[in-house]
T-cell receptor
Framework: DAGVTQSPTHLIKTRGQQVTLRCSPKSGHDTVSWYQQALGQGPQFIFQYYEEEERQRGNFPDRFSGHQFPNYSSELNVNALLLGDSALYLC????????????FGPGTRLTVT | EDQVTQSPEALRLQEGESSSLNCSYT??????LFWYRQDPGKGPEFLFT???AGEEKEKERLKATLTKKESFLHITAPKPEDSATYLCAVQAGAGTALIFGKGTTLSVSS
C-alpha cells in the first residue's frame, strides 16, 4: 500500500520565479492538505483540497495556489518566490469517510536564493 | 486564537530514563489531538489520535493521554532510536486543518 508521495525531493529556485510541487495521496484517501514547515518550527497549514475544490485556507497570500485532479493528486504553486518561502513543503492526505487523521508525505525541500 | 504550546523544546535522556512531553492547547471546540514523530528532513509520522478527556493510547514505549487543557506523551524506558522531534497538533472548530506546536526534540543516548 503506497503512502503519500511527493515530487520533487529538493528544489532550488531564484527570487521572483514560480514553482510547482506535486503530491499523490495515500490509496483510498480523497482529501489533500498542504503545509509549510520552516526550520525549527511546526508545520503551518496552507490549504486543503477536496472534490477538486479548495475547502479551507490558512493565512497565506494569494501567491500560493493549488489544484486537485480527478485522481485526487494535487499541486501546490507558488508565484513570485521570496527568500522567506524557503521551507519544507509537506503534503498530507486523509479520508473524509473516517476520522480526521492526516498522513504526511516525505516533503519537498524548497530553497529560494 | 487557537494555540498549541509544547514543552520542553528539547529533552535529553539516558537510555532507559522515562519521561513525559507536554502539549497544552487553547482552542474552541476541540475535535481531535494528534501526536506525530518527525525525523530530520522527513515528513511527520502519525502516532496517535485522542478525541476526549480521559482517553489514553499506547504504542510500544509511548503512551499518550488527554485532559481538557493538555496532553502528555509518556516515554517509558526510551532507546536511542526514539530520538526525534515529537509534534502535537489539534483540530478545532469547523475545519480539519491541523494546528501544530513547535515540537519537542528528544535525544536519547546509550
Amino acid at each position: 500500500d503506497a503512502g503519500v508521495t511527493q515530487s520533487p525531493t529538493h528544489l532550488i529556485k531564484t527570487r521572483g520565479q514560480q514553482v510547482t510541487l506535486r503530491c499523490s495521496p495515500k490509496s483510498g484517501h480523497d482529501t489533500v492538505s498542504w503545509y509549510q514547515q520552516a526550520l525549527g518550527q511546526g508545520p503551518q497549514f496552507i490549504f486543503q483540497y477536496y472534490e477538486e475544490e479548495e475547502r479551507q485556507r490558512g493565512n497565506f497570500p494569494d501567491r500560493f495556489s493549488g489544484h486537485q485532479f480527478p485522481n485526487y493528486s494535487s499541486e501546490l504553486n507558488v508565484n513570485a518566490l521570496l527568500l522567506g518561502d524557503s521551507a519544507l513543503y509537506l503534503c498530507a492526505s486523509s479520508s473524509t469517510g473516517l476520522a480526521y487523521e492526516q498522513y504526511f508525505g516525505p516533503g519537498t525541500r524548497l530553497t529560494v536564493t | 486564537e487557537d494555540q498549541v504550546t509544547q514543552s520542553p523544546e528539547a529533552l535529553r535522556l539516558q537510555e532507559g530514563e522515562s519521561s513525559s512531553l507536554n502539549c497544552s492547547y487553547t482552542v474552541s471546540g476541540l475535535r481531535g489531538l494528534f501526536w506525530y514523530r518527525q525525523d530530520p528532513g522527513k515528513g511527520p509520522e502519525f502516532l496517535f489520535t485522542l478525541y476526549s478527556a480521559g482517553e489514553e493510547k499506547e504504542k510500544e514505549r509511548l503512551k499518550a493521554t488527554l485532559t481538557k487543557k493538555e496532553s502528555f506523551l509518556h516515554i517509558t524506558a526510551p532507546k536511542p532510536e526514539d530520538s526525534a522531534t515529537y509534534l502535537c497538533a489539534v483540530q478545532a472548530g469547523a475545519g480539519t486543518a491541523l494546528i501544530f506546536g513547535k515540537g519537542t526534540t528528544l535525544s536519547v543516548s546509550s
